[in-house]
């Protein structure tokens, strides 16, 4: 089991991807960065907590993750297919997840500022694309290839927190819109 961890943290994996790959059988890790409870700092007592930021990580990620850690800790090695199963898998799940988003954005801006957006996500991709590929080789042998989809996975984890954002703002600003728009009618009518 030492080894397989040792193997994983030079993987240089996600901060979540690499928590949950080298956590103790049995232990789940909630987020990014986050420690098993009985290593976490206690916080200062003056100090206000920090909200806690939700895993963007998918049940069925945490769900491959314990089961590759299994699978691996049985044959006490390290299995780099598993390891990719459960990125890919990821990885497909947040696209679909920036897919949504995108298109509640859609909804509440025009066609110009449409037109930009589709230019500044494609832009993104290639970008996205070219930095991974420069980073590890998508058809290389592992690791490599777990590397290469450990880093697309990443990069499109922050576009979806873009994307999400984004929306949430355009669909505020469509209703402040559409509120501004209400009230000089009101005040006619009085």
């Known amino acids: ?67 590759s850690k299994d699978a691996m800790a049985a044959k006490g090695q390290t299995d780099f297919n598993l390891i990719q199963g459960c990125l890919s898998g990821e990885l497909r799940r947040q696209e679909g997840k920036m897919s949504s988003a995108v298109a509640r954005v859609d909804k509440n801006i025009s066609p110009a500022e449409k037109k930009k957006l589709d230019e500044a996500n494609g832009a993104w991709r290639r970008f996205r694309d070219a930095e991974c590929g420069f980073l590890a080789d998508p058809k290389g042998p592992p690791p490599a290839n777990v590397e290469n989809t450990d880093c697309l996975m990443n990069l499109t984890l922050g576009r979806v927190q873009d994307m999400e954002m984004l929306a949430l703002n355009a669909a505020r600003r469509a209703e402040a819109k559409g509120t501004a728009a209400k009230e000089p009618a009101k005040k006619g009518t009085k």
Not at 28 to 37: E, F, I, R
């Open 1 to 67: 089991m030492k080894r397989t961890a040792v193997l994983l943290a030079a993987l240089a994996l996600s901060l979540n991807a690499q928590a949950q790959l080298t956590a103790p059988p049995g232990v789940l890790t909630p987020g990014a960065g986050a420690s098993p409870p009985s290593q976490a700092a206690p916080a200062a007592p003056s100090a206000p907590s920090a909200p806690s930021q939700p895993d963007p990580m998918s049940k069925e990620f945490r769900d491959c993750v314990k089961a």
